[in-house]
């Protein structure tokens, strides 16, 4: 088990659908992390989040919104999705940036 | 554009031996290098690596980093069938990109009793 609590672990869901992903964090850090990984490829970055503010989004779908409600919380809303988007999809803290990051254990996501 | 490139990309070797990944890389602004292993959920962190020359080490696990040449190695030593994995090498840029994490393809590991 990891620190980093994502959930749920594993989510199918129609393209007409609205679902959320959620990522618990209590390490006190102020970093927070979205990334998509698809099989048998590295994570890519989506969003990150640094003192609850969004400072990074790399040019990701509006379908899908990323939400930072606390210092410890991280959620991903996902709203009309398509099946491209079946993936991986993990959560990582850091203290801050440049420091090591941790992950979760990810939701495998299916979108039929 | 960043590039983190490990080789080789599948290596498969018999419990006790030793094992030598690689990660070459090159990015602006590089800061640290980051070693990960990931099973079948979260990358695990093992290493990361912010001066030239040395060693991080945890049981059986090292790793170097050397600046000049742009490359680190992670080594395994009297590797166990636990250690069967994809092993990631990523680096992390100093100044505004330093929320990004690049990530190299993964070695992936296979050891067989």
């Known amino acids: 088990d990891t620190e980093v609590t994502q959930t749920p672990k594993h989510l199918v869901m129609g393209m007409t659908n609205k679902k959320s992903l959620k990522c618990e964090q209590h390490?006190?850090?102020?970093?927070m992390y979205w990334y998509k990984q698809k099989a048998k490829k590295p994570p890519e970055l989506m969003f990150v989040y640094s003192y609850e503010k969004l400072s990074i989004n790399e040019s990701v779908p509006s379908r899908f919104s990323p939400e930072c409600p606390n210092s410890s919380l991280l959620n991903l809303h996902l709203h009309a999705l398509q099946p491209e988007d079946s993936a991986l999809y993990l959560c990582?803290?850091?203290?801050?940036?440049?420091?090591?990051?941790?992950f979760g254990d990810g939701t495998r996501l299916s979108i039929l | 554009e960043d590039k983190v490139v490990q080789s080789p990309l599948s290596l498969v070797v018999h419990e006790g031996d030793t094992v030598t990944l690689n990660c070459s890389y090159e990015v602006t602004n590089f800061r640290s290098l980051l070693w990960y292993k990931q099973e079948k959920k979260a990358p695990t962190f093992l290493f990361m690596l912010?001066?030239?020359?040395i060693e991080k080490k945890s049981g059986r696990l090292s790793s170097i980093l050397d600046k000049k040449e742009l490359s680190s190695i992670l080594n395994i030593t009297a590797t166990q069938t636990g250690d069967s994995a994809i092993y990631l090498c990523?680096?992390?840029?100093?100044?505004?990109?330093?929320?990004?994490?690049?990530f190299g393809k993964g070695t992936k590991l296979s050891v067989i009793p």
């Open positions: 990523a680096v992390d840029r100093s100044g505004a990109g330093s929320y990004q994490l690049t």
């Open positions: 912010t001066s030239s020359g």
């Open positions: 990582a803290s850091s203290q801050r940036g440049g420091q090591p990051q941790h």
């Open positions: 390490m006190g850090h102020r970093a």
